[in-house]
C-alpha cells in the first residue's frame, strides 16, 4: 500500500478553526463486506479494527458534555460491529438523532437482514452509498452484483418508508466519481438520480450528496500506481473555492477512532493527523477532562472537500444520448416488481 501522507503534508490550505461542535461521528470499524476502489478508509471483510462498547460508552459520555445533537456512524460498514444495536439504542434513549452510513449491500449479507427493519424502528436516518445510476460503473467500482443488490436494499428502505416525501425517515444518497476527477453539481446530479432511479426501479430519496473522492489509501494507491496523483491534486486545487471554508464538515464534527482517539475529520483520522494538527493524540478520554482545540489539522487532501465542479460518472449529464444509453442499460435489470 503506498502511502501518500508524505506527498500531503506540504501543503498551502488555508488554515481553519472549530466552531460549535454539533456532530460527534463514530468508526464503528474498518470492516466490510466490500473492497471499493474509491475507498479512504481501506475497508474490507479482512479488517479486523472494530470500537469495543467501553469506548461506545466514552463516546456517549463526550456527547454529552459537548452537548452534541447528533452521533454518525461510519466504518466500514458500522453495522459489522457486534455493539451497533446496542449503540443506537442507547443513543436513541439519549434523545440524539443517528445516522448511519450505509453500504446497502449490506442487507443482503448472510446475518444481516435485521438492517433495515432495526434502523426504520428507531428513526435512523440514512446515508446509502449509491456512487452511480449506472450499473456498469457501480459494479466497477465496487463489485459486480453490487448495483442490483443495491438497487433491492433501496427498494426495501422504500417499503419500510424511507425517503418518502413529508415522512420521518430520512434516506440520502452518497454519490462518487468514477475515477480521478471531480462530482458535477449536486443539484443537476440529484435530479437525474431521481429521474432515473425513479423511472427505473420506482426509487425514491431525499437529498443526494456528490463527493469527491479522497487522495489516502486504497484510492490515494490507485491514483499512485496509475500515474495520477500529482494531476489529481492539481484538480483539487485549481478547483478551490474559499467560500467553502466556511461550511466544511469538520467545523462542527468531532471524528472518533475506533480505538478512541480524536480526529478533525475522518480523512485525517485515515492519515493518523492528530486532533488540531498538533503532536500528541488526544483522545476521548481528554475531552471529558478538558477544552477542545479550536485549530484544524490541514493537509493537501482538504482541497477535496472545498473543490468545486467536475464530471458526472460518465461524462457530461446534460448530454441525452448518454443519459439515454444508461437508461436501457439499467432497465436489463428489470422494473421495481421485480425486487418485492
Not at 464503528?28 to 479512504?40: A, P, V
Not at 445516522?99 to 446515508?127: C, K, Q, S
Not at 500529482?230 to 466544511?248: C, F, G, I, K, P
Not at 482545540?293 to 460518472?313: D, L
Request: with cysteine; net charge neutral.
Amino acid at each position: 500500500m503506498h502511502d501518500t501522507w508524505p506527498l500531503l503534508k506540504e501543503s498551502d490550505f488555508p488554515p481553519i478553526e472549530r466552531s460549535a461542535v454539533t456532530t460527534l461521528q463514530l468508526n464503528l470499524g474498518y470492516r466490510c463486506n466490500l473492497s471499493c476502489i474509491h475507498c479512504h478508509v481501506n475497508a474490507g471483510p479482512r479488517r479486523t479494527e472494530r470500537m469495543d462498547r467501553d469506548t461506545m460508552n466514552l463516546a456517549l459520555s463526550a456527547a454529552r458534555r459537548l452537548r452534541v445533537k447528533t452521533l454518525d456512524l461510519t466504518g466500514g460498514s458500522p453495522e459489522m460491529n457486534p455493539d451497533f444495536r446496542w449503540l443506537v439504542r442507547r443513543a436513541r434513549m439519549r434523545g440524539l438523532h443517528v445516522m448511519d452510513r450505509l453500504n446497502p449491500t449490506i442487507m443482503e449479507e448472510p446475518g444481516y437482514g435485521w438492517v433495515g427493519e432495526f434502523l426504520a424502528e428507531h428513526e435512523v436516518e440514512i446515508i446509502a452509498s449509491l456512487p452511480c445510476y449506472s450499473q456498469q460503473n457501480v459494479d466497477e467500482q465496487r463489485g459486480d452484483g453490487v448495483f442490483e443488490s443495491s438497487i433491492r436494499a433501496l427498494q426495501r428502505l422504500n417499503v419500510l418508508g424511507y425517503g418518502r416525501a413529508g415522512g420521518t425517515r430520512v434516506l440520502n444518497l452518497v454519490y462518487n466519481p468514477n475515477g480521478a476527477f471531480l462530482p458535477p453539481d449536486q443539484d443537476r446530479l440529484e435530479a437525474d438520480y431521481r429521474r432515473l432511479l425513479g423511472a427505473n426501479f420506482g426509487i425514491v430519496f431525499d437529498h443526494l450528496y456528490a463527493l469527491a473522492n479522497m487522495p489516502i489509501q486504497r484510492f490515494g494507491s490507485w491514483l499512485l500506481s496509475k500515474g495520477k496523483f500529482q494531476d489529481y491534486m492539481a484538480t483539487l486545487h485549481a478547483a478551490h473555492r474559499d467560500e467553502n471554508l466556511t461550511s466544511v464538515m469538520c467545523r462542527s464534527t468531532l471524528s472518533v477512532g475506533y480505538d478512541g482517539f480524536l480526529y478533525d475529520c475522518d480523512f485525517n483520522q485515515m492519515l493518523r493527523l492528530p486532533l488540531g494538527g498538533g503532536d500528541r493524540p488526544i483522545h476521548l478520554r481528554d475531552v471529558l477532562e478538558g477544552r477542545l482545540p479550536r485549530r484544524i489539522g490541514v493537509a493537501g487532501h482538504c482541497y477535496g472537500c472545498t473543490a468545486g465542479q467536475g464530471s458526472s460518472c460518465g461524462g457530461a449529464l446534460n448530454a441525452r444520448e448518454d443519459i439515454a444509453m444508461r437508461l436501457n442499460d439499467d432497465r436489463q435489470i428489470g422494473a421495481p416488481d421485480a425486487h418485492p
